[in-house]
């Protein structure tokens, strides 16, 4: 079983930056990162493949930039220009599969526990 352990979630204002990180117990081929803002349905927003395609929703494209450290079994979303819209449950997602495409919740069979990350205007 693999376990993924996020962190990096808070505060902050809007305009500013936070970084996401995801540690897994062991190397995964796809990772992906959603999103579940107040009162809405879990959305994908960035996905990256072992290749190294990414997928961003339109909502954060130009702003988050999804990226991996094969090393140390880690993935970061980076987030810019963050936006009160931003606010919700990030939470990342591992699968073994090699998915190239938009980040759907039945292709990842591991999940980490969600950080929250509160963007204020």
């Known amino acids: 079983q693999v376990q993924l352990v996020e962190s990096g979630g808070g505060s902050v204002q809007a305009g500013g930056s936070l970084r996401l990180s995801c540690t897994a117990s062991t190397y995964t081929r796809s990772v992906a990162w959603f999103r579940q803002s107040p009162g809405k349905e879990r959305e994908g927003i960035a996905a990256l493949s072992p290749s190294g395609t990414t997928y961003y929703a339109d909502s954060v494209k130009g702003r988050f930039t999804i990226s991996r450290d094969n090393a140390k079994n880690t993935a970061y979303l980076q987030m810019n220009s963050l936006k009160s819209e931003d606010t919700g449950m990030y939470y990342c997602?591992?699968?073994?599969?090699?998915?190239?495409?938009?980040?759907?919740?039945?292709?990842?069979?591991?999940w980490g526990q969600g950080t929250q990350v509160t963007v204020s205007s």
């Open positions: 997602a591992a699968s073994m599969g090699w998915l190239l495409w938009a980040p759907r919740e039945t292709d990842y069979t591991y």
